[in-house]
C-alpha cells in the first residue's frame, strides 16, 4: 500500500533552471508533509515542510506547494544548482491521535542538475 | 551542528546470526526512531520510541527486532536471528519534540548485508 508516491524516478535540468518534483498521496490524515534530501552514503536531510493548513511554504530557493483536494504537492528549486543534485523525498505524516508523527516516505526522486 | 551517529557504517553478518546497530541521538532530544531502506526502495518506519518505550512499531518489527536505550545516550536496534531480507540500510533518527516543525534528524545509516 503505497500512501506517498513519486511517480518520477529522475529528473534532469540544466543549472539556472526550475527543478519541481512531484508527490501524491493517498492518506486523507496526512496532515504534514516534508521533503528530504539524501546523497549517497548520508542519511536524509531535512530541507522544508508544510501544514495542511497551508498551501505554500517558502524557504530561499526552496518552495513547496501543497494542493490538497488533488492530494499532491511539489517542490520548487529555482535556480537549481549542481549541489543539488541528489535524490529528494517526499514524506508525510498524521499527527491526530498518535502524536509521533512516524513519517512515509515516497521512493524519492534522483534529481540531476547539469552545469 | 548536533549530529545523529550511527555504528558500525557497514556490518556483513551470516544468516541466522544476531545483529546490534548503535546509535548516538542528539542529546537533547526525545523522541527517537529507526527507519530502514532496502536497496532501491523506499525509506521505511520500523518504530519509534519514546520514555523508554516503544511507541509505535510497523508490521516489518517482528519477535526478531527489538530496541532499547540502555544507558541514556545510546539507542539500539538489535536483529536476533537475521535473514537474508534484513539486508538493508538501517537509519537512526531522532526528534526534539513530537510536535509538527520538530525536525527529525537522520544518522547516516548503518549498512547490514546478510549473506
Known amino acids: 500500500d503505497q500512501q506517498v508516491k513519486q511517480n518520477s524516478p529522475s529528473l534532469s535540468v540544466q543549472e539556472g533552471r526550475i527543478s519541481i518534483l512531484n508527490c501524491d498521496y493517498t492518506n486523507s490524515m496526512f496532515d504534514y508533509f516534508l521533503w528530504y534530501k539524501k546523497y549517497p552514503a548520508e542519511g536524509p536531510t531535512f530541507l522544508i515542510s508544510?501544514?495542511?493548513?497551508?498551501d505554500k511554504n517558502e524557504d530561499g530557493r526552496f518552495t513547496v506547494f501543497l494542493n490538497k483536494s488533488a492530494k499532491h504537492l511539489s517542490l520548487h528549486i529555482v535556480p537549481s544548482q549542481p549541489g543539488d543534485s541528489a535524490v529528494y523525498f517526499c514524506?508525510?505524516?498524521?499527527?491526530?491521535?498518535?502524536?509521533?508523527?512516524?513519517?512515509?516516505f515516497g521512493t524519492g526522486t534522483r534529481l540531476l542538475v547539469s552545469p | 551542528e548536533p549530529e545523529v551517529t550511527q555504528t558500525p557504517s557497514h556490518q556483513v553478518t551470516q544468516m541466522g546470526q544476531e545483529v546490534i546497530l548503535r546509535c548516538v541521538p542528539i542529546s537533547n532530544h526525545l523522541y527517537f526512531y529507526w527507519y530502514r531502506q532496502i536497496l532501491g526502495q523506499k525509506v521505511e518506519f520500523l518504530v519509534s520510541?519514546?520514555?523508554?518505550?516503544?511507541?509505535?512499531k510497523s508490521e516489518i518489527f517482528d519477535d526478531q527486532f527489538s530496541v532499547e536505550r540502555p544507558d541514556g545516550s545510546n539507542f539500539t536496534l538489535k536483529i536476533r536471528s537475521t535473514k537474508l531480507e534484513d539486508s538493508a540500510m538501517y537509519f537512526c533518527a531522532s526528534r526534539a519534540t513530537s510536535t509538527n516543525g520538530g525536525e527529525l534528524f537522520f544518522g547516516e545509516g548503518s549498512r547490514l548485508t546478510v549473506l
Open positions: 520510541f519514546y520514555n523508554n518505550e516503544i511507541s509505535e
Open positions: 508544510i501544514s495542511s493548513i497551508k
Open positions: 514524506a508525510a505524516s498524521a499527527t491526530a491521535n498518535t502524536g509521533f508523527q512516524k513519517l512515509v
